[in-house]
């Protein structure tokens, strides 16, 4: 999974995830990744594990704010302050 400088597949992508890497969420109003108002956008639609979507989950990528496709990523894996994919 890739993680990109917006919420859709035409946006850059600044790094690669493979299975089982931790990701910190973007929480600057909330330490709740999965709350849609502030841990969710939408964006592009996608297709991932046989499901269509348009959103995408606010991450840290070196310090800085980025996205990956929410239906790519097991949200209930990732705690408040996981590490940072650089």
Same mark, same amino acid.
């Given at each position: 999974?890739?993680?990109? +400088?917006?919420?859709?597949?035409?946006? /850059?992508? #600044?790094?690669?995830?493979? &299975?089982?890497?931790?990701? *910190?969420?973007?929480?600057?109003?909330? +330490?709740?990744?999965?709350?849609?108002? /502030?841990? #969710?956008?939408?964006?592009? &639609?996608?297709?991932?594990? *046989?499901?269509?979507?348009?959103?995408?989950?606010?991450?840290?990528?070196?310090? /800085?704010?980025?996205?990956?496709?929410?239906?790519?990523?097991?949200?209930?894996?990732?705690?408040?302050?996981?590490?940072?994919?650089?």
């Amino acid at each position: 999974m890739k993680i990109r +400088t917006g919420p859709g597949a035409g946006y /850059t992508a #600044v790094a690669q995830m493979g &299975s089982g890497q931790w990701v *910190g969420c973007w929480y600057p109003v909330t +330490t709740d990744c999965n709350n849609t108002s /502030t841990g #969710v956008t939408t964006g592009d &639609s996608y297709t991932c594990n *046989g499901t269509t979507s348009n959103k995408w989950l606010k991450v840290g990528h070196n310090l /800085t704010l980025r996205y990956v496709a929410l239906g790519c990523v097991n949200v209930s894996q990732i705690p408040p302050g996981a590490t940072v994919i650089g």
